[in-house]
């Protein structure tokens, strides 16, 4: 059997998944989530004499990575870790993308990253642990500063490759396995050519390969470039209720487009997680997999970006189906879920019983209570899932 627990992380994502002594996280929401709710199931972990064989950090986003960063923070040396052990961290850095960089950095360019990283973090809800004053957690370390400097495995080594579909990384875990779907190496390139244009129109002309101050600086750009791309919340009595073929925009955030997306198997289920990764990325790897036997119908299924009608396409709904769709989101910030993206997974004909988790009440899950499915599929909403969703594996592969 395995066992999910969806953080309550505001606007964003934390999961754990555990199975028969196996453990993996799956980014950490906020600082908050970490200190509030995470860091009593870690410390469990290791009493059981136990570790987290996996950490993914999905993409480089506050509400994803911030619980990851208050995380390293507190456990401190991968060899004596203050809450619990770490089998290895996946987490696509500068350092996994570029060469390192020899060159000298010019003063003038210098005082630009200096300038980036006293901007520190974003100031969002929760991401702080003592709210928005808390300069010194602002201005803290990046995820992959901490990553180093604790020694941690990182990308099945130091973390100077990727974590891509290209290099089809399977990790083993005792009773199953993750299979990476995404993302693609294009993605990652897409990125990279994205931060070195942010640089030049901030008038930093130096180098740009990994190296000190500008790792920091890296991940500092692209969790504000997060914050920027959130979108104002439509209120669903206000919003004139359409198909999703109709309303469907795929994503264009850079930093979604480089979400690690992956196929979970573990405890005899398999979970397909998808962070909020684009759909015209996970379908071709998705067909890929098809067409060599795997199944495409999954014991669960976690909805990318907070169940945004730009990350679920109606070509994904045709593809995969699963009794169980976890969605993530307060409703706050960016308006998420969409109720058309939540009307299309429960219209569809199924023989089976679609149960969708929420891990807050939101007017989008409020509304989904009182819709019938067109197909007359059955289907029960469950908000404020915070506890355990256990699982006993059911599908094929």
């Not at 964003?12 to 028969?20: E, K, N, R, T």
């Not at 929401?29 to 290791?46: C, N, P, R, V, W």
């Not at 928005?132 to 500063?145: E, M, N, T, V």
């Not at 740009?208 to 791309?229: K, M, Q, Y």
């Amino acid at each position: 059997m395995l066992r999910i627990r969806m953080y309550p992380a505001e606007n964003g994502d934390a999961f754990l998944l555990s199975a028969a002594g196996s453990n993996v996280l799956v980014d950490g929401g906020y600082a908050k989530t970490f200190d509030d709710h995470i860091q009593s199931d870690l410390l469990e972990i290791a009493s059981r004499g136990e570790h987290l064989d996996l950490v993914i950090a999905s993409h480089i986003d506050a509400d994803h990575i911030s619980g990851l960063i208050r995380f390293l923070t507190i456990n401190e040396k991968s060899a004596a870790p203050k809450v619990v052990s770490v089998g290895q961290v996946w987490h696509n850095s500068l350092r996994s993308l570029t060469a390192i960089n020899d060159a000298a950095i010019r003063p003038t360019d210098r005082l630009i990253l200096d300038a980036i990283n006293r901007r520190g973090h974003p100031v969002q809800i929760g991401i702080l642990p003592n709210g928005p004053k808390d300069i010194s957690a602002r201005q803290g370390s990046s995820l992959a500063a901490l990553i180093r400097r604790g020694g941690y495995r990182w990308n099945d080594h130091d973390g100077a490759t990727s974590i891509a579909v290209e290099r089809a990384p399977v990790f083993q875990l005792a009773g199953g396995n993750i299979r990476v779907i995404g993302p693609t190496q294009q993605r990652l390139d897409g990125l990279l050519k994205w931060w070195k244009g942010r640089l030049r129109q901030m008038g930093y002309n130096g180098p740009t390969g990994t190296g000190g101050e500008i790792d920091d600086a890296f991940e500092l750009v692209c969790e504000h470039a997060g914050e920027s791309a959130a979108s104002r919340p439509v209120p669903v009595s206000a919003r004139e209720r359409k198909d999703l073929e109709a309303v469907y925009d795929p994503d264009v955030s850079i930093t979604n487009g480089s979400s690690i997306a992956t196929i979970i198997e573990l405890g005899g289920a398999r979970v397909l997680m998808l962070a909020d990764a684009w759909a015209e990325d996970v379908v071709p790897a998705l067909r890929a997999l098809e067409s060599h036997g795997h199944s495409m119908l999954f014991d669960a299924i976690k909805i990318s970006h907070h169940g945004s009608l730009r990350n679920t396409s109606p070509e994904l709904l045709r593809l995969v189906d699963a009794p169980r769709y976890i969605v993530s989101s307060n409703g706050n910030a960016h308006g998420h879920p969409d109720i058309e993206v939540l009307a299309a997974i429960v219209d569809r004909p199924a023989s089976f019983s679609r149960t969708l988790y929420f891990n807050y009440p939101t007017p989008a899950s409020a509304f989904l209570r009182n819709h019938v499915s067109k197909s007359g599929a059955s289907f029960t909403v469950h908000d404020k899932a915070t506890d355990w969703i256990e699982i006993e594996g059911q599908t094929d592969d």
